[in-house]
């Protein structure tokens, strides 16, 4: 089996950070209630950074850590919900800004789960041969996209961006599940321009499309679902996916999941049998930042040491859309 390689890593973590305490001075809430349900206590803020911005810096960092340059770069794929633009896409801003002439640039949109379907993405065009060197990156802008006088979300999110660049390893551990239930759409929403144009006439088409009917700019989350949801699909995203290589899940050393609740991966942790020891966890510096939840979290356990090279690792993301996937594989 082919397998991946971690070769460098990077982050861009946004100068301001915003409390608990912050949070209960703008709406009705505390440090306690927030902390006690979340695992939160702080978080950090854009201060006018672009999201393709924090994109670049971290992709910068995680090119030099590999011992790389940008024209070593073959394939890049940038995973967000916080675009700055429709187009051009971010990782076409991220090509120009790390100087990779020779790399393609793709787009994806799976919210929390992006950057592991990114990496699952980026194997796949590895093992055809024709791709070397891979840049998986998860950016978000997602403060933006929240609604401040809603304390049920707006205390949720953090901003940042990190990287990974990934080649091919022959013969080592590599496992991965992916999927999604449109079913659950409805359950977290932020809807975009509307269509509009000169020639629309007042009589417009309107189509039921099943999501809640807000005109708003601003996300909504049925907490409930995404909770059901959630606890349900990181058990069973880990479990698809070390069942297709017989692989036990004891023998994880470490797992790094998404960042959306401390109460959701204590679950999915009694679920699979493994103790929290095993899980990675930062969202008590960062917050949930959807798709760069993930590689936040790993570039810190690789930085810090808690992930070391023969470790057998995995990578799991849940969010929006309904999207779940996992990818075990060998650090």
């Not at 290589?245 to 679920?271: G, M, S, W």
Request: glycine letters at 10%.
């Amino acid at each position: 089996m082919s397998g991946i390689k971690i070769l460098g890593t990077g982050s861009y973590i946004p100068p301001m950070v915003v409390t608990n305490e912050d949070f209960a001075k703008i709406v009705e809430t505390s440090d306690e209630w927030i902390k006690t349900r979340t695992g939160m206590s702080e978080r950090r803020l854009s201060q006018g950074e672009p999201t393709w911005y924090m994109g670049a810096y971290a992709s910068k960092e995680a090119v030099s850590a590999a011992g790389l340059d940008g024209a070593d770069i073959d394939l890049i794929i940038a995973a967000s919900v916080s675009p700055d633009y429709s187009f051009p896409s971010m990782a076409c801003m991220i090509q120009r800004e790390i100087g990779a002439p020779n790399a393609m640039a793709i787009d994806v949109n799976c919210a929390c789960s992006g950057f592991v379907y990114g990496v699952d993405m980026a194997r796949r065009y590895l093992a055809t041969g024709d791709v070397h060197h891979a840049l998986v990156v998860g950016c978000e802008n997602l403060t933006k996209l929240a609604d401040y006088s809603d304390r049920s979300t707006c205390v949720l999110f953090g901003d940042g961006a990190a990287a990974a660049v990934i080649g091919l390893s022959e013969g080592t551990l590599y496992s991965s599940f992916l999927g999604a239930d449109g079913n659950g759409a409805k359950s977290m929403v932020c809807r975009n321009i509307p269509p509009h144009n000169a020639f629309m006439p007042e009589e417009r088409i309107k189509i039921d499309d099943g999501l809640p009917s807000t005109n708003d700019p601003y996300m909504y989350m049925d907490g409930k679902e995404v909770y059901k949801f959630a606890i349900k699909a990181l058990p069973d995203a880990l479990s698809n996916a070390a069942a297709k290589i017989n692989f036990d899940v004891n023998a994880l050393d470490l797992v790094i999941p998404h960042q959306a609740n401390i109460r959701i991966i204590e679950t999915a942790a009694q679920k699979i049998g493994l103790p929290m020891e095993r899980f990675y966890l930062n969202i008590h510096k960062y917050g949930n930042t959807s798709s760069a939840s993930v590689p936040l979290a790993l570039d810190e356990a690789i930085r810090t040491g808690r992930l070391k090279r023969g470790d057998k690792a995995a990578l799991v993301g849940f969010g929006a859309g309904l999207t779940y996937g996992a990818v075990i594989f060998e650090y």
